[in-house]
């Protein structure tokens, strides 16, 4: 199910995120008017509180693990293409906490404090999401 | 105070920092000498030592985290933009020891040991930080 | 032994890695079959079990972290470039586990559950990877 795609440069995009926002849905939203269907995400900034998840590779299930305090987001990585037929943002961060201690994975929810992103726009065959049986997550594939 | 803007590719330079220098110091001084006013960075290395700071989402003030132990530079994130007329580095870290234990948060200062760094510049109307009242941070803004 | 190059923009890649490969091995490989003989990398993903390093700078040799659980890989960030005449792949990565807990290093070794992977080309001199004096490391340096 593996997949080597290779796209054409496409926009670069410098935000920074609305206080107060959710991080996931501000990000889908501004792939979505700005119509990226491809593009890669990287960034910092921090959050007043958030959601990441942790993918059980045995029950194939999302356990969530809520992060009830401010934290920096001392990296965000990720990429945009195409689930459901609309642009998807799939990242990963690490949080920082005010000791330093870092907690990571899956990013689901997140209230903005500040948050700087790097969006570069991929352009090429769009990457779809299907559902991979291995895995049960929605993963690209060769469409053909 | 949110801003998305469209920027054009500048430069693309990978660097390989001095043994013993300031990473902050060293990363913007490379921006400066270049005349790079706007981009993106992210990189890997080791640092000998480090100072990173969290910042105290109610009291509007860095915490400084100081970690003086070889560190390697598990992710550099950041990016290029103006304050005070220059470039100015804003860079994220996550830094892991001899037993892979993860210290993050915003780099303040690091003495490095070994380091490669990725700068991609970026083109169009410079970004410039400025006081944002909510946060008492220097953010970007739509200038008008 | 510092080295700034300024490279060009090459071919751009999105990956998605195999179930069960060896990560470095499996990004090693395209980047060998694509002729890539320079450039960055960035992915999330997760891995079955890893090992990660740490460099000790006082003795000069790494010291091996065996992580034999699933992971999240909440980033990877590296690079390629030429050493003994072949691709070469130099990546750290943070990695999270069910609690959100993180341990990072130079990633040596992984297996796939499922990887996102980002490989930006960069066109120039070849970066060569030397041995370096000071660290004992095989650095990038200005080849005269």
Redo the contacts between chains.
């Keep these: ?9 496409g ?9 107060d ?1 959710e991080i996931v849905a501000s990000i889908t939203n ?1 792939a979505e008017s ?1 119509r990226v269907e ?1 593009g ?1 995400v ?3 900034g ?1 959050l ?1 509180k958030a959601e ?1 998840g ?5 029950t194939h299930e999302y ?1 969530t ?1 809520e ?1 009830d305090r ?1 934290m ?8 945009v ?1 195409i689930r459901d037929g609309k642009p998807f943002l ?17 990013l689901s929810r997140g209230t903005v ?2 948050a ?1 992103i ?1 969006l570069r726009e ?1 352009i090429g065959r769009p ?1 779809e999401r299907c559902h ?1 049986p ?2 049960d ?1 929605f ?3 060769e469409t053909r």
């Design positions: 199910m593996s997949l080597v795609q290779e796209l054409k440069p926009r670069l995009y410098l935000f920074s995120l609305d206080h926002s501004l700005l491809a890669v990287s960034g910092i921090a007043q990441i942790y993918y059980d590779q045995k356990r693990i992060i401010p920096e987001i001392s990296s965000l990585i990720g990429n293409s799939h990242a990963h961060v690490t949080l920082a906490d005010s000791e330093g201690n870092v907690k990571g994975g899956h404090f500040a700087e790097y991929l990457l991979d291995t895995t997550l993963l690209w594939s």
